[in-house]
Nanobody, 124 residues
């Protein structure tokens, strides 16, 4: 059974940092793409970052580029998202997801698996 389990969300002041983690298990074959989405209240879910193992490329959404960094630990089957210089508009539920390909907007698409999400709130 495929599982993606996120952790690390919380409340942080503007300008602060948070680190999210996602532990993946149960895959019979390694997904080609893995990344993060987020959904703010009243808005559609949007891609944040996506890594494709096919080319070794990481794609970031323009709104988080240069502030967020995705990393992977293949020995532990985990991915992390380091979020710096957080803004109130970064508030939302963050989901780890796998897929077949990445878009240049930082979305993992195709045969998606999703985690349950972790809440990030940026507020003073």
């Amino acid at each position: 059974q495929v599982q993606l389990v996120e952790s690390g969300g919380g409340l942080v002041q503007p300008g602060g940092s948070l680190r999210l983690s996602c532990a993946a298990s149960g895959f019979t074959s390694k997904p080609n793409a893995i990344g993060w989405f987020r959904q703010a209240p009243g808005k559609e879910r949007e891609g944040v970052v996506c890594f494709t193992s096919v080319t070794g490329t990481t794609y970031y959404s323009g709104s988080v580029k240069d502030r967020f960094t995705m990393s992977r630990d293949n020995t532990k089957n985990t991915v992390s998202l380091q979020m710096n210089s957080l803004k109130p508009e970064d508030t939302g539920t963050y989901y780890c997801a796998t897929g077949q390909v990445c878009t240049i907007k930082g979305e993992a698409v195709g045969r998606n698996y999703w985690g349950q999400g972790t809440q990030v709130t940026v507020s003073s």
